[in-house]
């Protein structure tokens, strides 16, 4: 399953949905409104100010429109994007409190993968089975 929400690219709707991901949205992009990873493009989403480098666009759109966030699973403190959780679990004590605890009972500390939060709609997936 993954999960997909409506193109909010004003200059030219185009009525599609988009898979929550920058890659996807970045493609999107490209393919169905013409907006090249070399072009510097203000963001069209409605009342939105923002321009910058496609690829950062993406990155843009990914977190701030389509909500996306990352969820520390320690303390569950939630970020837009994953350079911020990563930052962000340097200090986490949770984090910290359990990595010295299984230091000092000799086991290795398997950290927990983030919760990567979506809102949108559920779909199939491409290619599952």
């Known amino acids: 399953m993954t999960c997909v929400r409506a193109c909010g690219w004003t200059d030219q709707p185009c009525g599609l949905f988009v898979e929550?991901?920058?890659?996807?949205?970045?493609?999107?992009?490209?393919?169905?409104?013409?907006?090249?990873?070399?072009?510097?493009?203000?963001?069209?989403f409605e009342d939105?100010?923002?321009?910058?480098?496609?690829?950062?666009?993406?990155?843009?759109?990914?977190?701030?429109?389509?909500?996306?966030?990352?969820e520390c699973p320690y303390c569950s403190k939630r970020w837009s994007r994953t350079d911020s959780?990563?930052?962000?679990?340097?200090?986490?004590?949770?984090?910290?409190?359990?990595?010295?605890?299984?230091?000092k009972e000799c086991r290795t500390f398997y950290p927990k993968d983030p919760k990567k939060l979506v809102y949108g709609y559920i779909v199939p997936a491409r290619n599952a089975t």
């Open 20 to 44: 929550m991901n920058k890659s996807r949205v970045v493609h999107h992009l490209l393919h169905w409104h013409g907006v090249k990873s070399t072009d510097t493009a203000p963001c069209k």
């Open 48 to 70: 939105c100010p923002k321009s910058g480098a496609m690829l950062s666009l993406g990155r843009h759109i990914e977190g701030v429109h389509y909500t996306t966030s990352y």
């Open 85 to 103: 959780l990563d930052r962000h679990q340097e200090k986490c004590e949770p984090l910290l409190d359990n990595k010295a605890r299984a230091e």
